[in-house]
């Protein structure tokens, strides 16, 4: 694994920040799949080469890549899987998730036993 890797959750805007170094180290992918892994008390940023049906796959929009230093990516059915596996994250309030980049499947896991509260 590499170094710490962090994302963060907004449950009043449904949304997820990933900072773009993250990005660059999963191999500057087009698609990311979003997932939850409740028995490894843990969630997933996965590359994929394009999106599928009925998932969490996210086009990332090169556009949206060129300004600010982390992409946002809005996904209510994501923050409701997240919520039911972490029953500590409340309505309205952001969190933080750290983790790590695993460079062989292209895959950034971040552990839910991290997760901090970021707002007051």
Known sequence: M????????????????????????????????????????AVAIQTVEKETSGGQTHRIKEKRMNSERSYEIYS????????????????????????AVIPAVKTAVFYLK???RIDN
């Open 2 to 41: 590499n170094e710490e890797v962090t994302m963060a959750v907004d449950t009043k805007k449904y949304g997820i920040r990933i900072h773009k170094a993250l990005f660059r180290q999963l191999g500057e992918p087009r698609h990311i799949q979003l997932l939850v892994n409740p028995m490894a008390g």
């Open 76 to 99: 209510r059915s994501f923050i409701h899987k997240l919520r039911e596996v972490a029953p500590d994250i409340e309505d309205g309030h952001a969190y933080r998730l750290s983790g």
């Open 114 to 116: 991290t997760l901090q």
